[in-house]
């Protein structure tokens, strides 16, 4: 049987980053929670901690992190419905949901599609932003309970649900592509690769998939511009600064941009990916995120 204070103890180191602030955060020594944690270490014949500079755990206490979450959350809907369950009455406590996401999703289908979900169940959110090629790793480290990605193979524990497809297009301002054409009109690769590429992050490769889709160039080199925020982002464009790829249901936003190469796109095939297991709060966010998704988002091609 698994100590359920070392568990909480391992939980709060994770997700504070330190002994110190998980100190903190439970009320307790410094000394009391490493004891708690070396005794877990200790009972399981493993660690599950890798002690730096900055805290992290292992794959085991990853695997422990994600139960003691879920044993959270089940917990927290066992008392809610002992107290009467169905809407949140308004004394009632808060409960928290992390889930990771692609920014574009954030700012387009997500948050409008659970909204009233957090409202009635007076739950909170914490998202984590991140590539949707690499938000399934907050899920796998158990930092999230589920996940929009591009990762249509379930993880171990999990469930991978399709949500639908994002669809982007290559644009700019009108001056920039008018450069990036020939004097028939036709566009120049080279030309679009001597203006700086507007890109969200380090992690963003839509504008290598667009190259190498449309013009059958692999990761060629060209400069570029930095913008981790989706507002900057696309202003950069619309300021003549380059050329981007913009999810095209927000285009109808933005009537200064052009697109670079007509009727050329990059779809993205976006999936839900969740435990396996899921309390009651969890299973309504799913079906809220699956809801929300296929409102907004094109189906998923089954050929």
């Known amino acids: ?18 002994f ?3 100190a903190q955060s439970l009320n307790l020594t410094l000394a009391a929670v490493s004891l708690r944690i070396k005794s877990l270490e200790a009972h399981l014949g493993q660690r599950l901690l890798v002690r730096g500079k900055t805290v992290r755990a292992t794959a085991a206490g990853q695997t422990l992190v994600a139960h003691v979450k879920q044993l959270q959350m089940m917990e927290a809907d066992l008392l809610a419905g002992l107290q009467g369950g169905g809407e949140a009455r308004a004394d ?10 692609n920014a574009d999703s954030v700012a387009s289908w997500f948050l409008p599609g659970v909204a009233p979900l957090l ?29 929009v990605t591009t990762l249509a193979q379930p993880m171990r524990g999990c469930v991978a649900e399709p949500l639908g497809v994002m669809r982007y297009r290559c644009v700019a301002a009108p001056e920039v592509v008018q450069r990036c054409r020939t004097p028939r009109g036709a566009v120049s690769p080279h ?3 001597a203006h700086p590429a507007i890109i969200f992050n380090r992690k963003d490769a839509l504008q290598d998939a667009f190259l190498e889709q449309h013009f059958g160039l692999k990761q060629p080199n060209y400069p570029r511009h930095f913008a981790p925020a989706v ?6 464009i619309e300021l003549g600064l380059g050329w981007g790829m913009v999810p095209e249901q927000d285009l109808s936003n933005r009537p200064g941009l052009q697109d670079v190469l007509p009727g050329a796109t990059v779809d993205v ?20 995120v699956k809801a929300a998704a296929h409102a907004s988002l094109p189906p998923v091609s089954l050929n």
Do not use: N
């Open 92 to 101: 009632a406590a808060w409960q928290s949901l992390s889930v990771a996401i």
């Open 1 to 18: 049987m698994l100590d359920a204070r070392q568990l909480q103890a391992l939980a709060a180191v994770v997700e504070h980053g330190g």
């Open 191 to 193: 030309k679009l690769l």
């Open 269 to 288: 095939v976006l999936y839900w990916q969740h435990w396996e297991r899921e309390s009651l709060s969890a299973q309504r966010l799913t079906a809220a």
């Open 119 to 147: 409202q009635r169940h007076r739950s909170l959110l914490e998202i984590v932003i991140d590539d949707q090629d690499h938000t399934h790793d907050a899920l796998k480290s158990g930092d999230v309970i589920g996940c």
């Open 20 to 22: 110190g602030p998980a």
């Open 231 to 236: 507002d900057a982002f696309e202003r950069a």
